[in-house]
């Protein structure tokens, strides 16, 4: 049996009914959940929806390999109404596989550890409230540890690898969005709790430290009478600022736990 963590979300319908329903479901299915935690509320990710979420963590125990597994998730999240239109719209239910014991695999597929659990407030609060311990086999911290460091203010972000008229567009869209709250540190500053890595490299699971991968767009740089340029198209560039506001406001999200 091999122990994994689930990621529950939803913003529409009777969420806390649809909880209750996943679980059953994976119970019927021989995935024994282990422990379920609080419902919390949530700040909406992306700009497709305004209406609050519900989101919670399932511990479970399975005999189901990662893929196997991930499949049933996908299967019950179809029995429970989810249709997928808009990657970042309103959902009945949302069901992802974060840890899976200490599995560590990238395929078109199937990333374990989930990329993006390690800054998400929404992931992290309810996983600590039932598996404070639990290890993130990549970062080699608890997500109590990971949890913590989003707490510190100013939160601190980078801007690895994007040349400069990028990062002096992205810092200015930071400063504007989220003001003293978060610090840009310089490219070659250490222990940023957030460094965004441009442009659009690979995951790569040999990387100790984790970072943000921007993923939309490629920076071209010509060389010019001695000089750089970057000749970003307009729409690639808000492409880059969306990926760093999104990922800057699950990381400050205060989730609320409910009765």
Not at 9 to 24: L, P, W
Request: with cysteine.
């Amino acid at each position: 049996m091999s122990t994994a963590a689930i990621a529950f979300g939803g913003n529409i319908g009777d969420v806390k009914s649809n909880y209750n329903a996943a679980r059953e479901l994976l119970e019927s299915n021989g995935v024994h959940v282990v422990a379920a935690s609080s419902l919390y509320e949530t700040t909406p990710v992306g700009s497709e929806t305004a209406q609050r979420y519900r989101n919670a963590a399932l511990l479970v125990e399975t005999s189901l390999s990662p893929l196997p597994c991930l499949h049933l998730l996908q299967s019950i999240e179809q029995q429970l109404g989810r249709v997928r239109q808009t990657h970042w719209g309103d959902r009945t239910v949302d069901l992802d596989l974060l840890l899976f014991g200490d599995e560590v695999c990238q395929t078109d597929e199937l990333i374990l550890p989930h990329p993006a659990c390690w800054y998400r407030r929404f992931v992290l609060d309810p996983l600590c409230e039932i598996a404070p311990k639990a290890k993130h086999p990549i970062a080699r911290k608890s997500v109590q540890d990971l949890q913590i460091g989003l707490l510190m203010r100013p939160l601190t972000c980078q801007f690895l690898g994007a040349v400069l008229e990028t990062r002096v567009a992205l810092v200015a869209h930071v400063k504007r969005t989220f003001g003293d709250v978060v610090h840009v540190l310089a490219d070659d500053a250490p222990n940023s709790i957030l460094p965004f890595s441009f442009p659009s490299p690979n995951v790569s699971i040999e990387l100790p430290a984790l970072s943000v991968v921007v993923e939309v767009g490629t920076e071209q740089n010509v060389e010019k009478n001695g000089s750089t340029k970057n000749p970003l198209e307009e729409n690639v560039m808000t492409n880059f600022c969306s990926v760093v506001e999104y990922a800057l406001t699950a990381a400050l999200d205060e989730p609320h736990r409910l009765a």
